[in-house]
């Protein structure tokens, strides 16, 4: 299997936790970086042996780099992934895919003009207990699926309201954008097609308007399976909660590691006379997601086929989430 050289545009946190995750994989090693904020870029270069560029062009232009990862503000993905794209490179690009839906489905067509692959940043499905009750469902352990529910949220940081993901010129939304499509992108790989969505999202302590620091979310599926989430910056003590329900039991998702607390797995079979038991396994290990999730990538690129988490759920994800703001704005269930 080749090695692959890995251009990285953006040295933010993001590109913090990829590049180890990138030079961790036998088939992967990053060769360039660039930012517009020279020091981070300088930083990261000196930590893992980087060349540091002048433009994101530059990275372009080198033939032997054949994946880019795009980890600037939503507000450059598009402009920065058609180029990589045209380019003759694979991208990665962080969530959400773009800064408006417009962007998202004009990336997703260039990956399908220039026959490269586009992945969203979608880390959360490869977290453990996300993949083992993901494959219970799957293999119809919990029956016919009948309702998901979820909470993600965490606590708004002192300077929240002055950072860049409050800042409309290069944010695409507020929490139900940043963070809360994560969720979105969970149980539509859960349950299939949304079909349907209703949303509260407010403004209710951070001045951060007209960005919402908290969204109440009501999904319906194709199937006309309820789904409900509630995903905040105004949590106070860092929570995710993930649940799907069947006709023969269900699973649960409890933290993802770090100050969300121990990820849990959670299987509980419905039993109308018996005492309620629950299996439960936790993982303490490090967070290996980002590890599993560039391991699809490079294997996808090998085998010719789409990546989990392609352009197209980034693009279908952003979607839902805009039809969401529409119908907080509108007061109406608004169909996708």
């Known amino acids: 299997m080749r090695k692959f050289k890995v251009g990285i545009i953006g040295a933010g946190l993001q590109a913090k936790r990829r590049i180890p995750a990138i030079n961790s994989n036998q088939n992967s090693?990053?060769?360039?970086?660039?930012?517009?904020?020279?020091?981070?870029?300088?930083?990261?270069?000196?930590?893992?042996?980087?060349?540091?560029?002048?433009?994101?062009?530059?990275?372009?232009?080198?033939?032997?780099?054949?994946?880019?990862?795009?980890?600037t503000y939503p507000e450059s993905h598009a402009e920065i992934t058609i180029a990589a794209l045209k380019a003759g490179k694979h991208v990665l690009c962080e969530k959400p895919l773009a800064k408006d839906v417009k962007s998202a489905q004009e990336m997703v067509n260039a990956a399908r003009k220039y026959q490269r692959l586009l992945k969203c940043g979608f880390n959360h499905r490869f977290h453990p207990a996300v993949v083992k009750a993901k494959k219970l469902v799957d293999d119809g352990i919990i029956g016919k699926l009948l309702y998901g529910r979820s909470i993600y949220g965490y606590s708004g940081r002192e300077g929240f309201a002055k950072e860049w993901r409050s800042d409309k010129k290069y944010s695409a939304g507020g929490i139900l954008m940043e963070q809360g499509i994560h969720l979105v992108d969970l149980f539509s790989w859960f349950f299939g097609e949304i079909k349907s969505v209703s949303c509260f999202a407010d403004t209710?302590?951070?001045?951060?308007?007209?960005?919402?620091?908290?969204?109440?979310?009501?999904?319906?599926?194709?199937?006309?399976?309820?789904?409900?989430?509630?995903?905040?910056?105004?949590?106070?003590?860092?929570?995710?909660?993930?649940?799907?329900?069947?006709?023969?039991?269900?699973?649960?998702?409890?933290?993802?590691?770090?100050?969300?607390?121990?990820?849990?797995?959670?299987?509980?079979?419905?039993?109308?006379?018996?005492?309620?038991?629950?299996?439960?396994?936790?993982?303490?290990?490090?967070?290996?997601?980002?590890?599993?999730?560039?391991?699809?990538?490079?294997?996808?690129?090998?085998?010719?086929?789409?990546?989990?988490?392609?352009?197209?759920?980034?693009?279908?994800?952003?979607?839902i989430v805009s039809k969401a703001y529409q119908s907080a704005k509108e007061g109406r269930v608004i169909f996708v």
């Not at 020279?38 to 054949?66: F, M, N, T």
């Not at 105004?234 to 799907?244: A, G, P, R, S, Y």
């Open 29 to 71: 090693q990053v060769v360039s970086i660039y930012s517009k904020t020279l020091k981070r870029s300088e930083v990261l270069a000196k930590e893992y042996s980087l060349k540091v560029l002048k433009s994101y062009e530059e990275i372009l232009r080198d033939k032997s780099i054949k994946i880019v990862v795009v980890t």
């Open 204 to 319: 209710l302590y951070f001045p951060i308007a007209p960005f919402e620091d908290s969204a109440f979310v009501m999904l319906k599926t194709k199937k006309n399976q309820p789904i409900s989430f509630h995903v905040s910056n105004l949590q106070w003590k860092n929570t995710f909660l993930f649940e799907v329900y069947g006709t023969k039991g269900y699973v649960k998702v409890e933290g993802l590691g770090g100050s969300y607390g121990i990820e849990k797995f959670i299987f509980g079979k419905k039993d109308n006379y018996g005492p309620f038991r629950e299996e439960n396994e936790e993982y303490r290990q490090e967070d290996f997601s980002w590890k599993s999730e560039w391991e699809e990538l490079i294997n996808a690129i090998n085998a010719r086929r789409k990546p989990l988490e392609s352009g197209e759920d980034g693009f279908t994800a952003m979607q």
